[in-house]
Antibody
Framework: QVQLKESGPGLVQPSQTLSLTCTVS????????VSWIRQPPGKGLEWMGV???????DYNSAIKSRLSISRDTSKSQVFLKMNSLQTEDTAMYFC??????????????WGPGTMVTVSS | DIQMTQTPSSMPASLGERVTISCRAS??????LNWYQQKPDGTIKPLIY???NLQSGVPSRFSGSGSGTDYSLTISSLEPEDFAMYYC?????????FGGGTKLELK
């Protein structure tokens, strides 16, 4: 059974760096890709970036300069680091698996999300 | 970036009613369009992938259609558990983008 679960600090001060972990089970990171997606309170979803099954990454150009996604395959964990946090980065942060088929893909399993508040 | 515009942003509806949610892309996306449901507790699950393919386990009252820039999600007869947020998402080109969401509310 595929499961993903996000964890993080909850509260981050402005200008600091956010570090989040997505722990997965029921799948191998060497054959699956995982994305980070966030949702500000009362707003819509924003795809942030993906770490591919081969370890390569792609980021949303809007936040690319601040974002880094990495993984530890032995621990089944995917990491997100984003620097220079501002209040507008306050959001629920989700990780999700990218499921691929012929000529299609979608996010098929999502974690429950972890709330991050940027405030002094 | 491809902008995804969902309409309406909120929709009051009754049990048993047929409803349609629209999603318009700022450019053609070649049917590379998915739909998701977000429940009030925040849980997100896929409903439809590649415009019209039903995710396993999703009831057949859900259906998707469209082409080019215009897509839609239809629920043929609303059940109590369908009152939630719905999002479309394009994957024609990066960054992959979502619509602003449609809140389906009980009338």
């Amino acid at each position: 059974q595929v499961q993903l679960k996000e964890s993080g600090p909850g509260l981050v001060q402005p200008s600091q760096t956010l570090s989040l972990t997505c722990t997965v089970s029921g799948l191998s990171l060497t054959s699956n890709s995982v994305s980070w997606i966030r949702q500000p309170p009362g707003k819509g979803l924003e795809w942030m970036g993906v770490i591919w099954s081969n370890g390569g990454t792609d980021y949303n150009s809007a936040i690319k300069s601040r974002l880094s996604i990495s993984r530890d395959t032995s621990k089944s964990q995917v990491f997100l680091k984003m620097n220079s946090l501002q209040t507008e980065d306050t959001a629920m942060y989700f990780c999700a698996r990218n499921f691929y088929g012929y000529n299609y893909w979608y996010f098929d399993f999502w974690g429950p999300g972890t709330m991050v508040t940027v405030s002094s | 970036d491809i902008q995804m515009t969902q309409t309406p942003s909120s929709m009051p509806a009754s049990l048993g009613e047929r409803v349609t949610i629209s999603c318009r892309a700022s450019q053609g996306i070649s049917n590379y369009l998915n739909w998701y449901q977000q429940k009030p507790d925040g849980t997100i699950k896929p409903l439809i992938y590649y415009t019209s393919n039903l995710q396993s386990g999703v009831p057949s009252r859900f259906s998707g259609s469209g082409s080019g820039t215009d897509y839609s999600l239809t629920i043929s007869s609303l059940e109590p558990e369908d009152f939630a947020m719905y999002y479309c998402q394009q994957y024609d080109s990066s960054p992959w983008t979502f619509g602003g969401g449609t809140k389906l509310e009980l009338k």
